[in-house]
Nanobody, 123 residues
């Protein structure tokens, strides 16, 4: 069982930067692939980025590639996403997720989810 708690979301101007954190409970954090998803009002939850258990592999949605960077610190049981050059269309509730099935963009491949942190980008 893994419990995930996201933080760092806030209101930011377009072009700005933000770093989200997701703290995980338990001693098995390093055995999970970690991912970030987001959900805007009235839209489906969509994949943002994922990172392998060791941190050696990452994968990004095309919409955030070259702007967002996912990373993890297994000693601190924490996964991050650094978001630069933010756009109004990045406005969403951001969730972190943990899974054992490798890097997937499908949300049904992840077993544990946090409650989300709100990111709002003003134009």
């Amino acid at each position: 069982q893994v419990q995930l708690v996201e933080s760092g979301g806030k209101l930011v101007q377009a072009g700005g930067s933000l770093r989200l954190s997701c703290a995980a409970s338990g001693r098995t954090f390093s055995t999970y692939t970690m991912a970030w998803f987001r959900q805007a009002p009235g839209k489906e939850r969509e994949f943002v980025a994922a990172i392998s258990r060791s941190g050696g592999s990452t994968y990004y949605a095309d919409s955030v590639k070259d702007r967002f960077t996912i990373s993890r610190d297994n000693a601190r049981n924490t996964v991050y996403v650094q978001m630069n050059s933010l756009k109004p269309e990045d406005t969403a509730l951001y969730f972190c997720a943990a899974g054992t099935a490798g890097i997937w963009v499908r949300k049904d491949r992840y077993d544990y989810w946090g409650q989300g942190t709100q990111v709002t980008v003003s134009s």
